[in-house]
């Protein structure tokens, strides 16, 4: 992997640790997916998301409900066309009201 591809996947990380999901999103292509292994019948996040903007509305969702107590990003399986990244996250729920 090239100096300049870690480089951007540091600023990813940084900028999905720091919520910023602009500077996030301007990494991503049209179709970015983004799966949470949570059924959606548990919570409306939950499942995939296909596409730059289905993605970014997720994540908007999940920042303004839960406050992230663990982020460490897991293994990275590179191919010709794409970078899966899993991502271990533990967050806990804002409670409303």
Same mark, same amino acid.
């Given at each position: 992997? @090239? =100096? $300049?591809? +870690?480089? %951007?996947?540091? *600023?990813?990380? *940084?900028?999905?640790?720091?919520?910023? +999901?602009?500077?996030?999103? @301007?990494?991503?292509?049209?179709?970015? @997916?983004?799966?949470? %292994?949570?059924?959606?019948? &548990?919570?409306?996040?939950?499942? &995939? #998301?296909?596409? =730059?903007?289905?993605?970014?509305?997720?994540?908007?969702? $999940? /920042?303004?409900?839960? *406050?992230?107590? /663990? $982020?460490?990003?897991?293994? &990275? $399986?590179?191919?010709? %066309? #794409?970078?899966? +990244? *899993?991502?271990?996250? #533990?967050?806990?729920? #804002?409670? @409303?009201?």
């Amino acid at each position: 992997m @090239s =100096k $300049i591809t +870690l480089t %951007n996947l540091q *600023d990813i990380y *940084d900028a999905w640790r720091d919520h910023d +999901l602009d500077r996030f999103a @301007s990494h991503l292509p049209a179709d970015f @997916s983004h799966y949470l %292994n949570i059924p959606c019948e &548990m919570i409306a996040a939950g499942g &995939m #998301r296909e596409g =730059k903007a289905a993605t970014i509305t997720r994540l908007q969702e $999940i /920042f303004e409900g839960f *406050d992230t107590q /663990f $982020i460490e990003p897991g293994q &990275m $399986i590179p191919d010709e %066309n #794409r970078l899966v +990244l *899993d991502v271990h996250t #533990r967050c806990r729920y #804002r409670l @409303s009201g």
